[in-house]
């Protein structure tokens, strides 16, 4: 089975728009953590948003909103007042910290286009 | 403080060639991932190592990969013989000793192109 699971393949937005990019994960850990990737044209990996699955307020940071819902095994991203530069591919992973194992398993991925 | 640094950026290589991708990690950090994405996926892990010692390798290939992180100088990804199939980008990451469970760093990547 998968442990990320990203169903859109690509996502389309309107500038200053919102959007949500969807992300499922499994594990059968209690003890885990939820992050989100930027990989814009150039290649690198932009880390943008971490939750712990012990913590109970959804994490912010600037215009990226995680909507964790831990019963349904969700960590959906949002992005606020979207902008053209934030056209690129979208990454969520996971790591499993009960088992030690400190590797992250990503998803494959979302492209977000923004039109002007 | 200079983030994690991968060399070369780009690496062509023939058939059969050997693949020799280099992770310096970022200051003060001892853990080191190396992962791979072929073209159009995720990111997968291959291994996880630490000055000296691989403590997971679990995400390698059986043959041709090799992974080293020395006491001195950055982590290596080797690649022998290599195939088109290998033909990929290769990230790395770093997380600090005391907290390997924080969030990791990556390197910008080395594309790897073989012929």
């Known amino acids: 089975a998968q442990k990320i699971t990203q169903t859109q393949p690509g996502m389309f937005v309107q500038e200053k728009e919102a959007v949500t990019l969807d992300c499922t994960y499994d594990?059968?850990?209690?003890?885990?953590?939820l992050f989100w990737y930027k990989q814009p044209s150039s290649g690198e990996m932009i880390f943008l948003i971490y939750?712990?699955?012990?913590?109970?307020q959804n994490a912010t940071e600037g215009r990226y909103s995680l909507n964790f819902q831990k019963a349904r095994k969700s960590a959906n991203l949002v992005i606020s007042a979207s902008q053209l530069g934030d056209s690129a591919m979208y990454f969520c992973a996971m790591r499993e910290t009960q088992t030690g194992a400190n590797n992250l398993f990503f998803g494959t991925g979302t492209r977000l286009t923004v039109i002007p | 403080n200079a983030g994690v640094m991968q060399n070369p950026r780009h690496l062509v290589r023939r058939r059969g060639q050997e693949a020799r991708l280099r992770c310096s990690p970022m200051?003060?950090?001892?853990?080191v991932y190396w992962y791979r994405q072929l073209p159009e996926e995720g990111l997968k892990f291959m291994v996880y190592?630490?000055?000296?010692?691989?403590?997971?390798e679990s995400g390698m290939p059986k043959e041709r990969f090799s992974a080293e992180f020395p006491k001195e100088g950055p982590s290596i990804l080797r690649i022998q013989q290599v195939v088109r199939g290998d033909s990929a980008a290769y990230f790395c990451a770093s997380s600090p000793p005391n907290s390997p469970e924080s969030e990791q760093f990556f390197g910008p990547g080395t594309r790897l192109t073989v012929l």
């Open positions: 939750q712990g699955s012990y913590d109970e």
């Open positions: 190592l630490q000055k000296e010692n691989i403590i997971d």
């Open positions: 594990t059968s850990d209690q003890s885990y953590g």
């Open positions: 200051k003060g950090h001892s853990h």
